[in-house]
């Protein structure tokens, strides 16, 4: 009875139930789980598991989380992509191809090229874009030469006229 009071979940109700209304009304297995609106089988497990524990209630699931399909430790992938990492802070590229076939080489099997993006990920690595104009580019020799170069295809003027050396 003392179960039925303190029950803070569905499943603790049940079994409070599925022990004390054979008991207390006499009811059958099947009366019991119409009442409770499981099946039989289910009102028997749940019996079952009050009885085998004592009556006692059962603690939460401690659940132990966790990595527990890795192929390394964190440790090692550390170490792993420390060389990469440190030609690509010296104006290398990172090229996930070539660490995917370092990667298989070191775990001695062939491995998902997303295995090798989900350990970039991990460890704060992201694509970067490239810049869109050239570090050493004189900006005005190219505006200069778009003023002056000759058009190559012919432009339409307001007035539906072409324009330029073909019009």
Known sequence: MELLSSARTAKEL?????????????LSIEQTAAMIGISKRWTTQLKGEFIRSGGAKKS?????????????SYEEEVTFLAPFFEKASQ??????GGIKEELDRRLGRNTALASTYNLLHRH???????????PKADHGAQEEWKKNSPDSLPKLTGDGKKKGRFG
């Open 14 to 26: 049940r079994q409070a139930q599925a022990v004390v209304l054979p008991l207390k009304f006499n």
């Open 124 to 134: 704060g690595w992201r694509k970067l874009a490239p810049d869109t104009h050239h």
């Open 60 to 72: 939460k699931k401690v659940s132990h989380g966790g990595r527990r399909r890795q192929n390394m």
């Open 91 to 96: 104006g290398g590229i990172l090229i996930v």
